[in-house]
């Protein structure tokens, strides 16, 4: 079972390496990196490489550790008792399998991706310490032990909002994907968009870095960014002269595809007024 790279997807020499020692090892894959760098997308292409179903647990600020392996409807269940509902006597009819308990009950080999696990609560990390590592749990109202039938490989991502505790990222073999160079990026334009003119691919690419390269800027626009900017591009059927920036117009074509926030756009307008009052 080895990751290669899928014909949607340009995975690099050491992403790939990644990925495969981490199913060699049986640890979670910690991915972390700018927003929209694929992150999420290389767990699906993964699952789809590897011809294996995912099961995606998407993690919110509100998010407990507890859910993702069940949640027990106690109020369900009480109201249940007053109406005096049969299945009130069966305390498995009030539990909700969560994520990880349906990726350890799998009779195959899934991908389970835990995204953006930096969004939870600090202690969420340590919560799921004892069950990723050791592949089961107990459920305390049932006084079952669930073991994974088959172990999953985890995809764990993190955009680094907040630092994960030392004794999860031991347990984890970690991956940072670093922002792609030119040749990659031009690679993964040309997999979105196959048709684009080379004078018109090289222009929005210039253009592109141009922005990265700004200092001061608060979000530089990512990946996922460019593609979306290139897509309205030919959209709108600008050609690589109409790309082309006016030194005294500091703002691309279409930039609310690259620039995502008021301060950002502020300092291009300001480089583009000193630059015309030069």
């Known amino acids: 079972m080895k990751f290669n790279g899928t014909n949607n997807y340009i995975a690099t020499e050491d992403l790939k390496m990644a990925v495969n020692a981490a199913i060699t090892l049986q640890r979670p894959l910690l991915v972390k990196g700018e927003p929209g760098t694929g992150k999420t997308e290389l767990a699906k292409q993964i699952a789809s490489k590897l011809d294996l179903e995912i099961l995606e647990w ?61 969004k939870a609560d600090i202690e969420f990390p340590n919560d799921l310490l004892q069950e990723l590592d050791k592949m089961q749990f107990h459920v305390y109202e049932t006084g079952e032990t669930i073991r994974a039938e088959q172990r999953p490989i985890v995809i764990i991502t ?18 940072y994907i670093k922002f792609p160079d030119k040749e990659t990026l031009t690679k993964i334009v040309k997999v979105h968009f196959p048709n684009i003119k080379s004078t018109l691919l090289q222009t929005a690419l210039e253009n592109f870095f141009n922005v990265r ?63 015309r009052n030069q």
């Not at 009480?78 to 069966?90: A, M, N, P, Y």
């Open 58 to 118: 998407n993690i919110k600020s509100t998010t407990r550790a507890h859910q993702g392996l069940y949640e027990y409807d106690a109020v369900s269940r009480l109201r249940d008792s007053q109406l005096g509902e049969e299945k009130v006597k069966d305390i498995k009819n009030y539990i909700k399998k969560g994520t990880i308990w349906s990726a350890f009950d799998s009779k195959e080999k899934v991908v389970l991706l835990i995204d953006e696990i930096d």
């Open 158 to 175: 993190s955009n680094n909002e907040k630092e994960l505790p030392d004794a999860f990222l031991r347990r984890c073999f970690f991956h």
């Open 213 to 275: 390269e700004v200092p001061g800027l608060k979000k530089k626009p990512s990946t996922s960014e460019i593609l979306d900017w290139i897509k309205l591009i030919l959209a709108e059927d600008i050609s690589s002269e109409d790309l082309r920036q006016d030194p005294k117009d500091m703002l691309p074509k279409l930039h609310g595809a690259l620039l995502k926030n008021e301060q950002d756009v502020q300092l291009f307008e300001k480089l583009a007024f000193l630059a």
